[in-house]
């Protein structure tokens, strides 16, 4: 079976618990927990910041930590958030001046990069990335809520990223799609490419339980 990993979006989980909340998801199976950090500038709502991903990691949450910056500028939260203890941090293009600079800088703090493109974001940007990424993260829907309609020509896009990453020998680069995924449409996103999933609101506003919820989605993939 491919290594599919589940980042679980802390978006729509109950911030008045969230340590308890995280944890939960961590022992339910999730891989890795996914940190949407919204500015009220880059994209029209606001979040969290590093105080709170440093909250989880002295709650005692081991799991990587995949910081998701819809945020303009980057590079000073990108130091923030190596100090904060994430694991992972991604930037949209469009907020950075210098791309190439601000993931050398994830890089540099000992993190992994990775580089995220709206639906509309066309993949030319990738053209000169190649030995600088460690994730591609393709959104499914518009940055900025979570529990939005996943958009279908999202689909061929994330076919020929694998494409790409295939013919560029980097199989070590994840490729990460972000939002509207469900139980109905993993295994479409699945084979057409994707590798590592980002689900918020149909793990956090399910009726079932974190763990109920994250093993029908395992089961999905172990068949797909
Ligand atoms: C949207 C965020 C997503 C979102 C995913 O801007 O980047 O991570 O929270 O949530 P769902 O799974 O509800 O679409
Ligand atoms: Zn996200």
Known sequence: MQNYKIAASILNADFAKLGAEVTSVIEAGADMIHFDVMDNHYVPNLTVGPIVC?????????????VHLMTKPVDN???????????YITIHPEASEHIDR???LIRDAGLKAGLAFNPATPLDYLEFLWDKLDLILLMSVNPGFGGQKFIKSVLPKVSAVRKLIDSHKKSNILLEVDGGVKLDNIDLIAKAGADTFVIGSAIFQSRDSH??????FQKILAST
């Not at 939260?77 to 694991?87: C, N, S």
């Not at 763990?211 to 029908?216: I, S, Y």
Request: hydrophobic letters at 45%; aromatic letters at 6%.
């Open 77 to 87: 939260l990108i130091l923030d958030f190596a100090k904060a203890g994430a694991d």
């Open 211 to 216: 763990k109920v919820t994250l093993n029908k």
């Open 102 to 104: 601000s993931l050398q």
């Open 54 to 66: 440093s909250a989880l990691k002295k709650y005692g949450i081991k799991a990587p930590i995949d």
